[in-house]
């Protein structure tokens, strides 16, 4: 796969096609940016702005606040290639995101999409 190629399209061009995948599926575009936001760090204004300059994948990565500390919890199978395998830093984010997306559009709950641990159980 030409890596550079990916890194280099702009994201503003791929993210209305999840948020199409996730609308078809009875999503909205509220939780495709959601989920976006989780993975990335961004705010909703720093988002839309990522947006509207059209930065390419690389980019919208290098300047994103911060990967989530649970984003390694993203495994399995995207594009017929395991997550957990792919070498590349950038490529596995891409992945992350795409498989996030996925997720989303299958129907998985926002909870376990967003990685979110149940609260430990107390006994008295």
């Not at 961004?42 to 919208?60: G, M, N, P, V, W």
């Not at 490529?91 to 998985?108: N, S, T, W």
Request: aromatic share 8%; proline share 6%; glycine share 4%.
């Amino acid at each position: 796969m030409d890596h550079q190629r990916v890194f280099k399209m702009s994201f503003a061009s791929v993210y209305p096609h999840y948020v199409e995948k996730a609308e078809r599926k009875g999503r909205t575009k509220r939780e495709v940016d959601a989920v976006i936001r989780w993975l990335t760090g961004y705010s909703q204004r720093q988002l839309t702005a990522q947006i509207r300059k059209r930065r390419d994948f690389e980019a919208f990565f290098d300047e994103a606040p911060e990967l989530h500390p649970n984003a390694p919890l993203i495994t399995g199978v995207i594009c017929g290639v395991r997550i957990e395998e792919i070498e590349h830093p950038l490529m596995r984010k891409i992945r992350y995101l795409d498989k996030l997306v996925d997720e989303l559009a299958k129907g998985r709950p926002m909870e376990k999409i967003l990685r979110v641990s149940a609260p430990p159980t107390t006994s008295r």
